[in-house]
């Protein structure tokens, strides 16, 4: 079962671009990065999900080198409302199922 | 659509006590999940679903049973309440269970406090 680890906090300023890293080294060959959103007291919110290169949709850009051992998330020009929890999974293909395992996230605070 | 929906919003239990947390989707998702989230922490999986009638342990399973006879539902049940299980409680879907379908769609939450 790959684990992850991202950093506890960042702090950012309005306007910056954020970029949260995540490793996974123990990843299978099998296994999709993926990245939440969670805002207080409601439930995480996909953000992005990749396998390997560079993953871009409308909110964010997801970049995984060749090794796949780590994996960036990039916001660019981030503003107040950014400001929320973000968690890296790593989707665990596990017999008929997946077992999508959260670890701790890492706290973003966007400053004016 | 509704997308995950959540009952009750908010319960509070004496410690013995037993209830179910209802959970449902109209998406005509495969896969379902509960998981727990203590204050400053993050979501740890109690039990999943990859389909009706298969369900499977998770991280935190002890304390809880699940079953899943409809696509649509979801419930999860606490035999026994104890105070450690005061948590919010999040049920989510999702469309498959390969190792690409990994978009989970979350409730809004149930608050359970046990005394």
């Known amino acids: 079962l790959a684990k992850t680890t991202q950093p506890i906090s960042m702090d950012s300023y309005e306007g910056q671009e954020v970029n949260i890293t995540c490793s996974h080294n123990?990843?299978?060959?099998?296994?999709?990065i993926t990245w939440y959103q969670q805002f207080p007291s409601q439930g995480p919110r996909f953000i992005i999900q990749?396998?390997?290169t560079k993953v871009t949709n409308e909110v964010a850009s997801l970049f995984i080198p060749a090794d796949r051992k780590s994996s960036t998330l990039s916001l660019p020009r981030v503003s107040l409302s950014d400001t929320a929890v973000y968690y890296c999974l790593v989707a665990f293909f596990y017999n008929q199922g997946g077992k999508l395992i959260f670890g701790q996230g890492t706290e973003l605070s966007v400053k004016p | 659509n509704a997308g995950v929906t959540q009952t009750p919003k908010f319960q509070v239990l004496k410690t013995g006590q037993s209830m179910t947390l209802q959970c449902a989707q109209d998406?005509?998702?495969?896969?379902m999940s509960w998981y727990r989230q203590d204050p400053g922490m993050g979501l740890r999986l109690i039990h999943y679903s990859v389909g009706a009638g298969i369900t499977d342990q998770g991280e935190v399973p002890n304390g809880y049973n699940v079953s899943r006879s409809t696509t649509e539902d979801f419930p999860l049940r606490l035999l026994s309440a104890a105070p450690s299980q005061t948590s919010v409680y999040f049920c989510?879907?999702?469309?498959?269970?390969?190792?690409?379908?990994?978009?989970?769609?979350f409730g809004p939450g149930t608050r359970l406090t046990v005394l």
């Open positions: 990749g396998y390997k």
């Open positions: 123990n990843i299978a060959t099998n296994d999709y």
């Open positions: 989510a879907s999702r469309h498959g269970s390969g190792p690409s379908n990994n978009e989970q769609f």
């Open positions: 998406m005509n998702h495969e896969y």
